[in-house]
């Protein structure tokens, strides 16, 4: 598989307008595109921080009318993105009401500093602590 790369992961999501909000103004990431598919009755949303041609993203399922909740299973972990300043990010979103299940402070075997935060979906997001070089 030489040249291959991760292009996306994809998460369904029961209220993309506020999936949106929550991907693009609180973490900062560019809603890339988004199409609707009428036929098949959902909407596919791709946000992240660079251009599809040379990074990795996440598209936003909304399927129509199938949305009342969806059971996040025990096979996926979490996406993790990494931040200059961890506390001070997780400042920001408890403001926001994001929630923050694991706060931000050192791993426990050592290494990085790390939290949790929750999307609207309830999927976990884990911040890694990354200083500019």
């Known amino acids: 598989m030489k040249d291959a790369r991760l292009l996306h992961t994809m998460i369904r999501v029961k209220d993309l307008d506020r999936s949106l909000d929550f991907y693009t ?3 900062g990431m ?4 988004k199409k609707d ?5 959902f909407t596919l949303a791709f946000v992240g921080y660079g251009d599809e041609a ?5 598209e936003l399922t909304h399927n129509w009318g199938q949305t009342d ?3 996040l299973g025990d096979g996926f972990g ?4 990494g931040v200059p300043d961890i506390y001070g990010t997780c400042d920001e979103l408890e403001k926001e009401g994001v929630p923050i299940p694991r706060p931000p402070g050192p791993m ?3 290494g990085s ?3 949790f935060i929750e999307d609207p979906d309830g999927y976990k997001i884990e911040l890694i602590e990354r200083k500019a070089a």
């Open 30 to 33: 560019n809603l890339l595109r």
């Open 37 to 41: 598919f009428p036929t098949g009755e």
């Open 69 to 71: 909740n969806y059971d």
């Open 78 to 81: 979490h996406l993790a993105i």
């Open 25 to 27: 103004r609180l973490l």
């Open 54 to 58: 040379d990074s990795t993203v996440i």
């Open 108 to 110: 426990k075997h050592g």
């Open 113 to 115: 500093v790390i939290a």
